[in-house]
């Protein structure tokens, strides 16, 4: 059983920061591309940060220059540094990650619980 665990969310001040984390645990062989997608209600969800296994990295345009995305491959652990926050960052935030798991290497695709970030003005 793989699970996703992220903690950080919380209420915040704009300007303020928050840093999101997000483990992974179970029976996994590696983890490949892990980030963090965004879901406001009524909306889909989309993504904020993606980083790779190698540490390359994608980011939506709301996120450059204001949020970081990294990872600790021997923690199975991911962040995102979110620095000058703005009330429409307010959202649901989820963490993501591409799980290989068995004798067969195969991938497949998890999702953490979602952890709420909201940015009072």
């Known amino acids: 059983q793989v699970q996703l665990v992220e903690s950080g969310g919380g209420l915040v001040q704009a300007g303020g920061s928050l840093r999101l984390s997000c483990v992974v645990s179970g029976s996994i062989v590696s983890i490949n591309a892990m980030g963090w997608y965004r879901q406001a209600p009524g909306k889909q969800r989309e993504l904020v940060a993606r980083?790779?296994?190698?540490?390359?990295?994608t980011y939506a345009d709301s996120a450059k220059g204001r949020f970081t995305i990294s990872r600790d491959n021997a923690k199975n652990t991911v962040y995102l540094q979110m620095d000058s926050l703005k009330p429409e960052d307010t959202v649901v935030y989820y963490c993501?990650?591409?799980?290989?798991?068995?004798?067969?290497?195969?991938?497949?695709?998890?999702w953490g619980q979602g952890t709420q970030v909201t940015v009072s003005s």
């Open positions: 980083i790779t296994r190698d540490g390359s990295t």
């Open positions: 993501n990650a591409r799980v290989v798991l068995g004798t067969l290497r195969y991938e497949y695709n998890y």
